[in-house]
């Protein structure tokens, strides 16, 4: 089956940075065919929903952001590792959350789709990262 598992969360202070990983494997969810899904990253805080991080096409040349976080956070994945990462640089103490990576059909993401998690078919367990004031 389809697995996806954050890494690189943690405890960091505010100003820094931190980057999370996202390893992908499945027996159809990998290598090439990693090129028909669009990934994202989503995050859950305290008390709050989850909510849209960062999204972009596995085959590249597009990826969008949450007006939270543009200009400090980059999404980018290495095709050869299948895998998937969140450079968080300046964070602040709202972005302490939960961190989830998650995987959706790539036709999905080009309609517009990329931010509702429900339109995501896989998900990661997420990896809890803290930002200390």
């Known amino acids: 089956q389809v697995q996806l598992v954050e890494s690189g969360g943690g405890l960091v202070q505010s100003g820094n940075s931190l980057k999370l990983s996202c390893a992908a494997s499945s027996g159809t969810l990998n290598g090439g065919t990693l090129n028909a899904y669009a990934m994202g990253w989503f995050r859950q805080g305290p008390g709050k929903e989850r909510e849209f991080v960062a999204a972009?096409?596995?085959?590249?040349?597009?990826?969008n952001y949450a007006d939270s976080v543009k200009g400090r956070f980059t999404i980018s994945r290495d095709k050869a590792k299948s895998t998937l990462y969140l450079q968080m640089n300046s964070v602040v103490p709202e972005d302490t959350a939960v961190y989830y990576c998650?995987?959706?059909?790539?036709?999905?993401?080009?309609?517009?789709?990329?931010?509702?998690?429900?339109?995501?078919?896989?998900w990661g367990q997420g990896t809890q990262v803290t930002v200390s004031s």
């Open positions: 998650a995987a959706m059909p790539l036709a999905t993401y080009y309609k517009g789709g990329y931010y509702v998690a429900g339109n995501y078919d896989y």
């Open positions: 972009m096409s596995w085959i590249g040349g597009s990826s």
